[in-house]
């Protein structure tokens, strides 16, 4: 099982829709969760970071922890064709100094 | 502040050849990483720094050796290039337990 695994994608929704991306973890004493967003050529930057349990709003994009169920998502909402990119699950455990990656998700807005 | 940057941003090598690729931060960070993404794939760290004079290997350190210089800059060196080093590599940097801040990256060919 890898320690952190995002839907394979790829995630195709109109524009306007609700994009929903999802992560799991396998390390329960993990503390710090990010969310990056990279363009095509392009370094990943960041998007959300989320420490607490629950959601956490910051406009068009929330993200969601369930540290129980050991799962982080991000909800895009309004989604525009400028938000088509791959989007990386990051998580970092007690150790400040490392954080894990998922392989991704792509999504793709059409208009 | 020019944030993260790092030289050269394209390199083509022979098997067998060696190359240093240089990584500096204008943000006085602590932490700085050195990671490879390969094609659909997530970040995979290689090694990193916590601090000036400290190095760790990350989950993928074999053919690579790394040196932080100073508290600016941290290199990664491959010492024996092969065709599996094939990649597009990141360095990063960070400040306590925020986010990361990426470079642009380095597209590296082993032929």
């Known amino acids: 099982q890898k320690e952190v695994e995002q839907n394979s994608g790829p995630l195709s929704v109109p524009e306007g829709a609700i994009a929903s991306l999802n992560c799991t973890y396998s390390?329960?004493?993990?503390?710090?969760f990010f969310w990056y967003r990279q363009y095509s050529g392009k370094s990943p930057e960041l998007i959300m970071f989320?420490?607490?349990?629950g959601d956490k709003e910051d406009g068009r994009f929330t993200a969601q922890l369930n540290k129980a169920s050991q799962y982080v998502s991000l909800l895009i909402r309004d989604s525009q064709p400028s938000d088509s990119a791959t989007y990386l699950c990051?998580?970092?455990?007690?150790?400040?100094?490392?954080?894990?990656f998922g392989d991704g998700t792509t999504l793709t807005v059409k208009p | 502040n020019a944030g993260v940057t790092q030289t050269p941003k394209f390199q083509v090598l022979k098997t067998g050849q060696s190359m240093t690729l240089q990584c500096a931060q204008d943000m006085n960070h602590n932490s700085m990483y050195w990671y490879r993404q390969d094609p659909g794939m997530g970040l995979r760290l290689i090694y990193y720094s916590a601090s000036e004079g400290t190095t760790d290997k990350g989950e993928v350190p074999n053919g690579y050796n790394v040196s932080r210089l100073n508290k600016r800059e941290f290199s990664l060196r491959l010492e024996s290039a092969a065709p599996s080093q094939t990649s597009v590599y990141f360095c990063a940097s960070k400040f306590r337990d925020y986010e990361q801040y990426f470079g642009p990256g380095t597209r590296l060919t082993v032929t």
């Open positions: 390390d329960r004493g993990s503390q710090s």
């Open positions: 989320i420490y607490s349990n």
């Open positions: 990051a998580v970092r455990g007690p150790n400040a100094g490392k954080s894990t």
